[in-house]
């Protein structure tokens, strides 16, 4: 995952772009999982759908994601390997590959 925007010095409701690349080349509706980092239990998601929301990048390989709360925001792309590999019992399982990138979004304090 490639930021488009920066991945800190940024306020809670700003949407964070980014661009999924696979060995370098953008990866045309890659499906981002994004969840915040909710340690504390400060949030109360209404249903467990709300917890990890899902994107999926364009043509281009570029998602966005509107993060509504401060704090920490992790976006997963996921894609399937072109490579399968033996499980065990010796069947062939298909391969996820992943990338992790952390995003920091803070609140807007007023005085």
């Not at 980092?37 to 899902?54: C, E, F, K, L």
């Amino acid at each position: 995952i490639v930021p488009l925007l920066r991945p800190f010095g940024n306020y809670a409701g700003n949407t964070f772009t980014g661009k999924v690349l696979v060995d370098g080349k953008p990866q045309p509706g890659a499906e981002v999982e994004v969840e915040l980092y909710n340690s504390q239990g400060r949030y109360t998601p209404p249903s467990d759908h709300h917890i990890t929301q899902v994107v999926k990048a364009d043509d281009n390989g570029i998602f966005r994601f509107t993060c509504p709360q401060a704090g920490w925001w992790g976006f997963a792309a996921l894609s399937e390997a072109d490579y399968t590999l033996k499980n065990p019992q010796g069947d062939e399982k298909g391969v996820e590959l992943g990338a992790v990138l952390w995003v920091h979004m803070d609140e807007y304090l007023y005085k």
